[in-house]
C-alpha cells in the first residue's frame, strides 16, 4: 500500500484570552454545585469560530478534522448525568439519542423498570422531576457538556455557528439522564444516584458527571458503574483548591477518573482544583458549544474539560469495545503530557500520539511536497487490536506536521 500525502500547513494560533484567569475565579464564585461557569449561557454576537475555540483541540494535540476523519467503528453509549440535553437543538438534528427499544408510549412501565414511557423521548429520563422528558427548563449545563461531544457543524451561519468545531465524538449514542431539580438544584428524589443505575442497566459506557454530589446511594450506585465496567468520568471541581481524596465526590472517589483544566497555554486553569486523585487535564476556557434553544455559548470550567474527556473516551473505546476501564487508563496515561504543576495526574491528552499507537498500520509515506517524484519518508509499524480501516483514514499526523493523504491500494 502507497500513501500520497499533500502538506497542509497547520495554523497554529495564540490565544487572546491569557487574562482571564481572575474574571473566571470570580466567576466561580457563582457556581452551586455545577462545576462549569457559563457567561449566562449564551454570548450572542460572539463569533463561535473564533481562534480560542480551537483550544480544546489544540490542547489534545490534534485538529478537527483529524478527530472527524478517523473513523469510528463501534455504537458506543455516553450517559450525560447532567441538567437535561435540549435535544431539539438545530445543532443535534443528527445525534444518535438512545431509545429505550422495551418501552413504547402509552402511560405504562412496559420493561418493568420503575419508569414509564423511559427512553422514549430526548434520549433517556427525567430524574429530577420523575417524568420522562429529560428537557431542560431553565439551566443549560446539559446541553453545554453534550455540544462538545456530538454538536454537528452547522454550515448555514458559518461566522456565527460551529463553522470549524464540532463535537469531538459525533456518532456516540447519548443517553440524556436529567438528574436535578432545576429549581432546588438538588436531587430531591435522589436521582443522580438513580441516573447512575440506569445508564449502567441500559448499556452505557461511559458517565460524564461534570458536578459535585456525595450522598450515600450515589456512591453506592458510583460503586455499581465501576463494578460493573463502566467508566465514569467526573470534574475536579471549581474552587481552585487542593482536594484530598474524599474532599470532592465524585471525582475523588476510586476508580472514577478525574479531569481538571488547563489553559491554551497548557497552565492549569485558576479555577481547576488539584490533588491525588486528579487524573487528566482537558482544556477548559471559552470552550465553545450549545446551549438550549439553537443558542451557541462559550463555558469554561472542570466541567467542561470532563465532557470532552467523556467524548474522547467513548471515542477510543468505539475503536475497541473490548477495552476495560483500566484499558483505557493505561492508553491516556501512556499518552499523556504532563503540566507544570503538581497534582494534576498525567496532564492533557497526546491524542496524535494515542491514535497513531491505535493504528494497525503499516505503510509507506510518501510526502509529494518534498519532491516532484514522490519520496518515501518512512515506515511506521504499529498494531493494536482495534486497527482503522486503512481505505478509510484520511488524515494523519507525521512528525509534528498534518498531512492529507490519498490513498492507493496497491
Ligand atoms: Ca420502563
Ligand atoms: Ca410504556
Ligand atoms: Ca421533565
Redesign the pocket.
Known sequence: MKIMKQKIKTQQKKSMFTKWGIVLFLMSFFLFTLNTSTFGGIITGDPINSERNWGYIKMMNTDMEYLLNIPDYNDIIIAIVDTGIDYTHEAFADVRWWVNEN????????DGNGY??DG?IGGGYDFGYMDNDPMPILNGHGTNMAGVMVAKNIVADPERKLSKQGGIFQNAIIMNLKWQHEISMNAIFGGEAKAIRYAVDNGARVINCSFNESSTDFIAALEYAITNNVIVVASVGNSGTYKETGDHYPSTYEGVIGIGAVTEEADISILSNYGPDVDFMMYSQFVSTLGPGDTYSTTTGTSISTAQMSALIGRLLSYDPSMTRDDVYALLAAHSIPIDHEDTGHGRIDYKGLVQSLMDINTTYVDTTINEEPAVLEIIEASHSGGFNRTTLRSLYYKDQRYFMNLEIE
Open positions: 418501552e413504547t408510549l402509552n402511560g405504562l412501565d412496559d414509564i414511557d422514549l
